[in-house]
């Protein structure tokens, strides 16, 4: 279980992703970096106790950003689009 744990780190809550909920019945999530698509359905499956249909795995790489005269770097995530299978859902904002 603990294993799980570590391989989803949180959910990525966007315009974009919540119409992609809503739409095709998927979720988005930040995973680690080491993760792989079996490992990331695995664990979704697991914790959230749903059957998923298909996981797409994306490296975003870092972006230059600044802010007045001091500038860094965003840092750079692994992120991954679970399709869910028919009836299955994910309720990201639900109350424990």
Do not use: H
Request: net charge positive; hydrophobic share 40%.
């Amino acid at each position: 279980m603990s294993r799980a744990k570590d391989i989803i780190i949180r959910p990525i809550i966007t315009e974009k992703s919540m119409q992609l909920t809503e739409d095709n019945n998927t979720v988005t999530f930040v995973v680690a970096k080491n993760a792989n698509k079996t490992e990331v359905k695995l664990a979704v499956e697991e914790l959230f106790k749903v059957k998923v249909d298909r996981v797409n795995v994306i490296n975003v790489r870092a972006k230059a950003a600044r802010m007045g005269q001091y500038v860094g770097t965003k840092s750079s995530y692994k992120k991954a689009i679970i399709k869910l299978a028919e009836g299955s859902s994910i309720d990201i904002f639900e109350e424990k």
